[in-house]
């Protein structure tokens, strides 16, 4: 694709001035309605809808994949893409400028995709410049996900009418499509506002920008052409007709696998591979391939809790399994052939506290961790704050358990250790050891406080705990806007929490309690 870069390259430069993008309050093309608020600001017993500073992020790596994979039929490997930057404990890709390196990624990916695209017929020729145009408007308008700008319309097609004279009908589409993948209005996700501010300086989002940000909260994918073109007719501008899309969208299987993803990332599923792990006790050996299979199993269970309409209970009951070849032998049962995964209900099985990719997540190399065990219920499931040791702190000659009578860190490890001990039944793989030590939960909340035997029945009791119901919506707000909430915005995830548990209490209709929550159609503009 040589006669292509220089125009490519341009588009890499775009790139790099995006970066630090802030919500853009100019004019747009297409409808921007407008919606009543519904919180009156003057009145203090009503919980007014909070806004929080937004900044263009660039896509995720699985959002890249999707959109590619949706408008130009290209499978993109999972290494293929720079590693996602997490916010928030989410993908997000808000804070750091993007490198050099990544750059070179991607126009080395953008060429690629365009070559496969127009080699393998995915994409069929065009055989005259009207068809060239349509091409261009319609995968313009997917991986931008808004309708082109005049403007941006006008140098696409001028640029494809130099390329085809040059080089052919092909050539032409294939550089046009490799341009069209390193523009900052495709890897970034650059939202609008449609008018004047609310008093606070909150803006209120426009059509296309509602529609990327609830297609990727509840599909995991960018905005189809019917969410877009709804978009365009002012549909997203009232909570209902938000509502009405949003459930159009949870009625797509892929909101389904979106579900799941989300559970894995609050659950820190993708931790397993952080720590490599000693010979077992059984004689098996570590591997990438038995971690992989470790959280394959975890997101599997959690794929079939989204599916059956399940939530806190099933989450930490459930005690299905997906055992393939490489966990087989850790739980002692007949393998299924190579390559397959069968689908079994295991008696050392008991909630999301059980699984040996969370187990072995917060674990050391050759031992349990109370510390990390501990951190993680406290962190993930209950959403309190730990502090980490002050700089230079020596921990090296305190054993686990002789932290908590440490001067400096023990008011944090007796909030972890205890909890941690009770997980004792499980070794560093995340297997059960036949030892069994009880853990105890301080905490000032009556519902969850108080010993207990070993993670199934913390399990049990966290299940029905309202704190963490209340956490849940917590990282579902997190999920949905890819940050932390300020502390001004606790109302809302009350107000989320509390729509979750009035639609039964299953996990997409958390995600769908997000979305339709009033301070899901606002942003602060970025201070300049």
């Known amino acids: 694709m040589q006669p292509g870069r220089t125009s490519v390259a341009l588009s890499l430069a775009l790139v790099a001035g995006a970066c630090t993008g802030t919500l853009d309050a100019g004019p747009r093309q297409g409808r921007g309605g407008s919606i009543d608020d519904p919180s009156d600001p003057t009145d203090p017993t009503i919980c007014a809808p909070e806004a929080g500073t937004v900044r263009a992020r660039r896509l995720t790596a699985s959002e890249h994949r999707a959109i590619v994979e949706d408008v130009l039929g290209v499978h993109v490997p999972d290494d293929a893409l720079p590693a996602d930057e997490v916010t928030a404990g989410f993908a997000a890709n808000a804070e750091t400028a993007i490198s050099d390196a990544e750059l070179t990624t991607h126009l080395a990916l953008a060429q690629s995709i365009a070559h496969e695209t127009i080699a393998s017929g995915r994409v069929a020729p065009c055989a005259d410049s009207a068809c060239l145009e349509r091409f261009l408007d319609d995968a313009g308008t997917r991986l931008y996900r808004r309708r082109l700008t005049t403007d941006e319309r006008t140098a696409l097609v001028t640029r494809a009418a130099g390329w085809r004279a040059s080089e052919g009908i092909e050539r032409a589409m294939e550089m046009s499509i490799g341009t069209l993948l390193v523009s900052p209005r495709f890897l970034y996700v650059i939202e609008a506002s449609t008018g004047e501010p609310r008093e606070d300086g909150a803006l209120r989002?426009?059509?296309?920008?509602?529609?990327?940000?609830?297609?990727?909260?509840?599909?995991?994918?960018?905005?189809?052409?019917?969410?877009?073109?709804?978009?365009?007719?002012?549909?997203?501008?009232?909570?209902?007709?938000?509502?009405?899309?949003?459930?159009?969208?949870?009625?797509?299987?892929?909101?389904?696998?979106?579900?799941?993803?989300f559970l894995a990332e609050w659950l820190h599923v993708g931790s397993v591979h952080d720590e490599a792990k000693a010979v077992h006790a059984s004689g098996a050996t570590w591997s990438s391939d038995v971690a992989r299979s470790m959280e394959r199993d975890t997101e599997l269970v959690l794929r079939e809790i989204v599916q059956r309409e399940g939530g806190l209970p099933e989450l930490f009951g459930s005690n299905v399994a997906y055992v393939d070849a490489h966990l087989a032998p850790l739980y002692g049962v007949s393998a299924p052939p190579v390559g397959e995964t069968a689908r079994m209900e295991l008696p050392v099985r008991h909630g999301i506290l059980t699984h040996p990719s969370i187990l072995s997540g917060h674990a050391h190399t050759s031992a349990p961790s109370w510390t990390l065990r501990g951190l993680f219920v406290r962190e993930a499931l209950l959403c309190e704050t730990m502090q980490g040791p002050p700089p230079g702190t020596d921990l090296s000659s305190v054993p686990q358990g002789g932290r908590i009578d440490h001067p400096v860190c023990g008011s944090c490890h007796r909030r972890m250790e205890p909890i941690g001990q009770g997980f004792d039944r499980f070794d560093a793989w995340g297997l059960p050891t036949g030892m069994a030590r009880s853990?105890?939960?301080?905490?000032?909340?009556?519902?969850?406080?108080?010993?207990?035997?070993?993670?199934?029945?913390?399990?049990?009791?966290?299940?029905?705990?309202?704190?963490?119901?209340?956490?849940?919506?917590?990282?579902?707000?997190?999920?949905?806007?890819?940050?932390?909430?300020?502390?001004?915005?606790?109302?809302?995830?009350?107000?989320?929490?509390?729509?979750?548990?009035a639609s039964g209490g299953d996990f997409r209709s958390l995600l769908l309690a997000a979305a339709t929550d009033e301070s899901f159609r606002w942003a602060m503009p970025q201070a300049d």
Do not use: N
């Open 439 to 501: 853990g105890e939960l301080v905490s000032p909340d009556a519902e969850i406080a108080g010993a207990f035997a070993d993670p199934s029945e913390l399990g049990d009791r966290l299940a029905h705990a309202s704190v963490v119901r209340s956490c849940a919506a917590r990282h579902a707000f997190r999920f949905a806007h890819r940050r932390l909430e300020t502390p001004e915005e606790s109302c809302t995830i009350d107000r989320i929490a509390s729509e979750w548990d």
């Open 205 to 261: 989002l426009d059509g296309p920008s509602l529609a990327s940000r609830l297609a990727f909260l509840l599909t995991g994918r960018g905005p189809d052409r019917a969410l877009l073109d709804a978009a365009e007719a002012g549909e997203l501008d009232t909570r209902e007709g938000l509502a009405m899309h949003a459930s159009r969208l949870l009625d797509d299987q892929r909101s389904i696998d979106a579900t799941a993803s």
